[in-house]
């Protein structure tokens, strides 16, 4: 699959972007069966693709696919479309993308899954680097929180410091 720039660009000011989301209870509930499926018919319409799981808790946790010729998120409009304005046909990507403000500094990671054509080549490779790569940033974000909590218990104040 490949698409121009301005393709690209109209796609998304057109909002003909298939967007699909699913819930999970918890890390441990996370099924990616739906997203996977989704993905690839979507990818052989020839539609650029947004699937997303969101993990519940009181910060919650963003796990996306999206398909695209440059590493942002298709909500990002108008920074893509003033990236990518008049470029020359170019492969569609498969992109993976985890939103938490304990996920990086920025609050979200982005990686290269594969080609759009190497997905269709080879889809149980590229579905288990996604797995992997979710899996990953799940054990980063529970082991960042832990620091978190623990520097937050290490900084209060003691009763008798409470005190004067």
């Known amino acids: 699959m490949q698409l121009t720039g301005n393709e690209v660009i109209e796609a998304l000011k057109n909002e003909e972007i298939e967007h699909k989301v699913w819930t999970a209870e918890d890390q441990t509930l996370i099924n990616l069966d739906p997203l996977f499926l989704f993905l690839e018919q ?14 519940s808790g009181d910060e919650p946790i963003h796990l996306s696919v999206e398909t695209n010729v440059i590493n942002l998120p298709l909500r990002y409009v108008n920074q893509i479309s003033k990236i990518i304005i008049n470029d020359p046909e170019t492969d569609v ?62 900084e209060e104040p003691t009763e008798t410091e409470k005190k004067d």
């Not at 979507?42 to 993990?55: A, Q, S, T, Y």
């Open 93 to 154: 990507n498969v992109y993976m993308f985890v939103d938490h403000p304990d996920v990086t500094r920025s609050g979200m990671r982005i990686e290269l899954a594969a080609s759009v054509q190497s997905f269709l080549d080879d889809r149980e490779s590229v579905m288990s680097k996604i797995s992997l790569f979710f899996d990953r940033e799940i054990q980063n974000i529970s082991k960042n929180q832990a620091e978190k909590d623990e520097q937050a218990e290490n």
């Open 42 to 55: 979507k990818i052989n319409e020839n539609k650029l693709v947004n699937g997303e799981i969101i993990i």
